[in-house]
């Protein structure tokens, strides 16, 4: 790996690591697309590559700042949820790859960006704004 690769790759996650810390995403929304289109990765290999990095405990810190923080302010995280949301992300996780590994490059990228242009839709608000324009 030369160390264009390397500058790429640290930029990648470095850039996945800021957006985690600071709203609560990264793998899919930051490292999938940037792995695609900077790294030539497959989707399949991108997605895996996402998984991968959070395999590695790489937002203990971001975790345990908001962690800490919440508690000072009166509204703390609940643990019994984070571990319950955890089982189901594994067995989801799973579930999902295994079904992901059965689709081809081209159906998985449109299924990816449908969910990306879904979630953004409904955050900025443009599903009731059309709502409204109706009535």
């Given at each position: ?10 930029i ?10 600071l ?15 900077f790294m ?32 000072k302010m009166?509204?703390p ?28 490059q081209?159906?998985?990228k ?13 955050m900025?608000g ?10």
């Amino acid at each position: 790996m030369n160390a264009y690769y390397i500058l790429v790759l640290l930029i990648i996650g470095l850039s996945a690591g800021i957006l985690s810390g600071l709203v609560g995403v990264g793998g899919g929304i930051i490292l999938v697309p940037a792995l695609i289109y900077f790294m030539n990765y497959t989707q399949h290999q991108a997605q895996g590559s996402s998984l991968g990095v959070l395999t590695l405990p790489v937002v203990i810190l971001a975790f345990l700042k908001y962690y800490s923080d919440c508690k000072k302010m009166g509204t703390p995280i609940d643990i019994k949820v984070i571990i319950l949301l955890a089982c189901g992300f594994i067995i989801g996780g799973f579930l999902g790859s295994n079904i992901a590994l059965k689709l081809n490059q081209d159906a998985l990228k449109k299924i990816f960006a449908l969910i990306l242009f879904y979630t953004a839709f409904k955050m900025l608000g443009w599903d009731k704004a059309i709502l409204n324009l109706f009535r």
